[in-house]
C-alpha cells in the first residue's frame, strides 16, 4: 500500500526567513508534526523570545507569544498557571536560554513548571552577528573569540541538559541532533513524548536539539552537519539524561 505524505497544517505556507542549511526549519516541523500528532490543535501556545526564530509567530499555526531575551520560560509559566489546560511550549536559542534566560530556565525547572521547552544549540549566538554563546565550543572563532574560545578566559561551555536533569523538578531532558535522518526521527520522538508528558499534568520537559550555523560558522551546509558529529556530539553527548516516567 503506497504512503501518501500529507504536510501539517500547523505550518503556514510563508516562506522562511532562515539562512540556508539552518536547522530552525526542520525543528518547526518537527515540533508541528509532534502536535498536530497529539491532536490538541486549539489548544497550543508557544513561546518565543530574542533570536534568529523570534518570527516563528510567521510559521506556526497556532497561538505564539514573543517574549523578552531570555524570558520565555517565565512568560510560559504565566500562561500556563492562568491556561493549565493548553499545552504550553517555549522555543529558544542557546544564546537566549543558556546565557541572559540561564536563571529563568533553571528556576522554572527547579519549580516543575509543567511547561516544555524546545532548546536549540548551534554554540553560536546567530542572529547578532556570530559571537561566542555559552555553549561555544573551546576553540571554535567567533566574531568575538577570533582565536578560538580559551577556556582559561571564558570558562568552559555550559551543558544545560545534565546541568538540569540534576534538579528535583525536572521530569524529563533529553539531548537530539539534526546530522542523520536518523537522529532527525529520534528528535521527534523525543519532542512529541515532551509534550506528551505535558499533557499528562507531569513536570518541567526539555528537549536540546543540536542544530547548525552554516552562515556563521563560515560552512557549507554540508560542512556544518560534519561539524557537527564530529565536534559538538563529543562534547554534548546524545541521549536521555532524565526521565521520571521511564523508573
Given at each position: 500500500m503506497a504512503i501518501e505524505y500529507k504536510a501539517t497544517e500547523l505550518l503556514t505556507d510563508k516562506p522562511r526567513h532562515y539562512c540556508p542549511g539552518c536547522g530552525h526549519g526542520i525543528i518547526h516541523r518537527l515540533?508541528?508534526?509532534?502536535?498536530?500528532?497529539?491532536?490538541?490543535?486549539?489548544?497550543?501556545?508557544?513561546?518565543?523570545?530574542?533570536?534568529?526564530?523570534?518570527?516563528?509567530?510567521?510559521?506556526?499555526?497556532?497561538?505564539?507569544?514573543?517574549?523578552?531575551?531570555?524570558?520565555?520560560?517565565?512568560?510560559?509559566?504565566?500562561?500556563?498557571?492562568?491556561?493549565?489546560?493548553?499545552?504550553?511550549?517555549?522555543?529558544?536559542g542557546d544564546g537566549d536560554l543558556a546565557s541572559i534566560g540561564a536563571a529563568e530556565v533553571v528556576h522554572a525547572a527547579m519549580r516543575g513548571e509543567k511547561i516544555t521547552t524546545?532548546?536549540?544549540?548551534?554554540?553560536?549566538?546567530?542572529?547578532?552577528?556570530?559571537?561566542?554563546a555559552p555553549t561555544t565550543l573551546v576553540g571554535q572563532k567567533?566574531?568575538?573569540?577570533?582565536n578560538g574560545r580559551d577556556a582559561d578566559w571564558c570558562g568552559s561551555p555550559i551543558r544545560v541538559s545534565e546541568m538540569l536533569a540534576t534538579l528535583d523538578g525536572a521530569y524529563y531532558i533529553e539531548?537530539?541532533?539534526?546530522?542523520?535522518?536518523?537522529?532527525?526521527?529520534?528528535?521527534?520522538?523525543?519532542?512529541?513524548?515532551?509534550?506528551?508528558?505535558?499533557?499528562?499534568g507531569k513536570g518541567y520537559c526539555l528537549v536540546e536539539v543540536l542544530s547548525t550555523c552554516p552562515?556563521?560558522?563560515?560552512?557549507?551546509?554540508?560542512?556544518?552537519?560534519?561539524?557537527?558529529?564530529d565536534n559538538m556530539i563529543?562534547?554534548?553527548?546524545?541521549g536521555v539524561f532524565k526521565d521520571k516516567g521511564a523508573e
Open positions: 515540533v508541528a508534526e509532534a502536535i498536530d500528532e497529539l491532536d490538541v490543535h486549539g489548544d497550543v501556545v508557544g513561546v518565543s523570545p530574542v533570536g534568529c526564530s523570534v518570527f516563528a509567530n510567521n510559521y506556526f499555526n497556532f497561538d505564539m507569544v514573543n517574549a523578552l531575551h531570555g524570558r520565555a520560560p517565565a512568560v510560559a509559566t504565566g500562561i500556563k498557571r492562568a491556561k493549565p489546560d493548553s499545552l504550553v511550549f517555549t522555543y529558544q524546545i532548546f536549540i544549540n548551534n554554540a553560536i549566538y546567530g542572529m547578532t552577528g556570530g559571537q561566542m567567533t566574531t568575538t573569540s577570533p539531548r537530539v541532533a539534526l546530522d542523520t535522518p536518523a537522529h532527525i526521527n529520534q528528535a521527534k520522538i523525543a519532542i512529541k513524548k515532551a509534550m506528551k508528558y505535558q499533557r499528562e552562515t556563521n560558522w563560515g560552512m557549507s551546509p554540508t560542512e556544518s552537519m560534519d561539524w557537527l558529529k563529543p562534547y554534548y553527548p546524545l
